[in-house]
């Protein structure tokens, strides 16, 4: 899965294998475990988080759908990267960056959950998500997640995506005390990378792409911040 791509010499390669075979062989990564990960409880009781990285589309995406009987189904989203929450089977998540379909049309997206088992919260790009990612080159996205405010945000290289909230409402329940608000204190299950269910136990939302130079911070940067690591991580 580990490939040279010009300058990055460990970009790892993903896509679904069969599309025609309901199974778990789909190049995937993420880690796993039930009773959630010790390394990664700097995002239990968090205020906020980011995921950032290199993306580059090398397919078609999104996948056909191995989870129905139609061949002519596909995924309704394509799997970016994600932290799950505390109490995840592999796929709910407390942070993600995706493509997926939002009023019948696909856009890149931030998705957060601040409460293991409750609602999510979307930011979708308003930009055409091929535009955004277009085929065969790298780009660079970070997603920002503030737990406390609610606030969230996408950037393609370094500068902030126009985009709205798909849920109306206080879905993350952050009115009334206590304060600050924070996620659950639970240690996320793992992380999945291009697709659902890093323990392998099912396939979902598989992404024909390349991706290099995964981040997961326990903060959301600033949109200073995301220029500059955009600019650190492009030299």
């Known amino acids: 899965m580990r490939v040279r791509d010009g300058e990055r010499r460990h970009a790892i390669q993903l896509g679904q294998v069969d599309p ?26 968090a205020k906020g988080a980011t995921l950032a990285g290199w993306f580059k589309m090398t397919g078609t995406n999104p996948s ?9 189904d596909v995924y309704n989203a394509v799997g970016l990267s994600g932290l799950l929450t505390g109490d995840s089977d592999g796929h709910a998540v407390r942070a993600l960056l995706e493509i997926i379909e939002v009023s019948g ?37 970070a997603a ?16 902030p995506l126009d985009g709205f909230y798909t849920t109306a409402g206080d879905p993350w329940g952050l009115e009334g005390a206590p304060e600050p ?9 793992g992380i999945k ?23 997961f911070l326990d903060r959301p940067l600033t949109p200073k911040e995301a220029a500059i690591q955009y600019k650190f991580a492009n030299r």
């Open 20 to 45: 025609s075979t309901k199974g778990n062989d789909d190049w995937k990564a993420g880690v796993y475990s039930a009773s959630g990960v010790p390394s990664l409880r700097a995002f239990s009781s």
């Open 64 to 72: 056909p759908n191995t989870e129905t009987s139609n061949p002519s």
């Open 105 to 141: 049309k696909l856009h890149v997206v931030a998705l957060g959950r601040r409460v293991d088992g409750s609602k999510s919260q979307t930011f979708a790009a308003s930009e055409d998500w091929q535009s955004i990612l277009p085929q065969n080159t790298w780009v660079h996205l």
């Open 144 to 159: 920002t997640f503030d737990y406390d405010t609610g606030e969230m945000a996408l950037y393609k290289d370094g500068k």
């Open 181 to 189: 608000d924070v996620t659950s204190a639970t240690d996320p299950r």
């Open 193 to 215: 990378i291009g697709g659902s269910y890093p323990q392998n136990t099912a396939e979902k939302n598989p992404c024909n792409c390349r991706m290099d130079g995964l981040m």
